[in-house]
């Protein structure tokens, strides 16, 4: 039998913000089964715990849809064991590549063949690991409902990412990267795009990036720390995006001097979180206002054709690599966990490669 309207366990969430656990009897498989509901308030999240509490009690199992049990899975059964950024970001995966496309399916109708479907769709339009994670994600929202009895298989058992893809890089080329430069060299707060070409840095890298990380000394900066958002509010997390991502990296002369120019503009006592690019108000720089500023500053440069911050990265990377740079030594430049990572991301770049070197050099 369910608990009572008035009872139940309270949480503070890292947000701010309450969340309201109450039970709900047990399922047919002798599961106990809770729910949770979410609010800035506690009056708030009472009401959305009672109206979910009203919804299940009346709730006819065998016709729930992917989105109500996605839902369900997300706030029951992850939200009380992951981290608040971990959890946006499942919530995040599952709404843009499960929910929205499938939520209308009962999860009972779903097949093997309609998901390996779907996947392929994923893994040609992302990233191997965004789609790794995805299929991921999905595998286990459903091993959940055959745990508890909503399914009796899984159909996400069986199907497969492809075993060889290529991501097609869209760097810059020399001549957007040489008007984008010559832009950004006339005003100081543009800087951060300068260092993130320089460094090959991920934008929550850059801008979690503080004074206690940097030794100008030896010319290094530690990857040790990242910028997040959650709901638009950002924060440092006090590790990277991965564990590869913890790294040294060594600064260029170009890096070390756009950091010693933030050395000398540096305020101190007004930048309490010893941030090295920092908001005019001395605060995190937010993604969506560096991405409205760099698209301002794309369109000032001249540039006709749409460039995204993450370009500034691909294009890092590029460029050592058309200048002959380690493969080995880039990959750990970037963070990633295998060469074969980046050689995988930049195949066209090392096709160009190829072809530079059969016409400069006589075999015979």
Request: with cysteine; proline share 2%.
């Amino acid at each position: 039998m369910a608990r009572g309207y008035g009872e139940g366990t309270w949480r503070k969430l890292a947000s701010g913000n309450w969340q309201l656990t109450i039970s709900a009897g047990t399922n047919r498989e002798g599961e106990r089964v809770r729910i949770s509901g979410t609010g800035k308030t506690k009056k708030e999240a009472r009401e959305r715990a009672n109206q979910k509490l009203d919804q299940l009690q009346g709730f006819d199992e065998s016709e729930i849809t992917v989105a109500e049990w996605a839902e369900i899975w997300l706030e029951e059964y992850k939200r009380p064991n992951i981290n608040s950024t971990t959890y946006l970001t499942y919530e995040h995966q599952l709404r843009n590549h499960f929910i929205e496309p499938l939520g209308d399916y009962r999860v009972k109708d779903l097949t093997t063949i309609q998901l390996q479907t779907h996947i392929n769709t994923i893994d040609k339009n992302h990233s191997r690991a965004l789609a790794r994670a995805i299929k991921s994600r999905i595998t286990s929202c459903l091993k959940k409902a055959v745990d508890i009895g909503l399914i009796d298989k899984n159909p996400a058992i069986g199907t497969e990412l492809s075993k060889t893809r290529t991501i097609t890089v869209r760097a810059l080329t020399k001549e957007e990267q040489d008007k984008l430069v010559e832009r950004c060299r006339r005003e100081e707060y543009a800087n951060l795009i300068l260092f993130l070409l320089t460094t090959g840095l991920r934008i929550g890298e850059a801008t979690g990036l503080t004074w206690d990380n940097v030794d100008l000394k030896n010319r290094t900066l530690a990857v040790a720390q990242i910028m997040v958002e959650e709901h638009g509010n950002p924060r440092l997390q006090p590790y990277p995006k991965t564990d590869n991502s913890v790294r040294t990296v060594p600064l260029s002369d170009d890096a070390y001097a756009i950091l010693k120019e933030r050395e000398r503009n540096n305020d101190p006592e007004n930048n309490v979180l010893n941030l090295v690019f920092y908001s005019s108000t001395f605060n995190f720089r937010t993604l969506s206002n560096f991405r409205r500023y760099f698209d301002r500053l794309v369109e000032e440069a001249g540039i006709e054709r749409k460039l995204t911050p993450h370009m500034l990265r691909h294009t890092f990377a590029t460029r050592l690599i058309e200048q002959g740079a380690n493969i080995k030594a880039v990959s750990q430049l970037l963070g990633h966990a295998k060469v074969t990572t980046t050689l995988n991301i930049y195949t066209e770049v090392f096709d160009d490669e190829k072809i530079d070197v059969i016409d400069t050099y006589s075999i015979l």
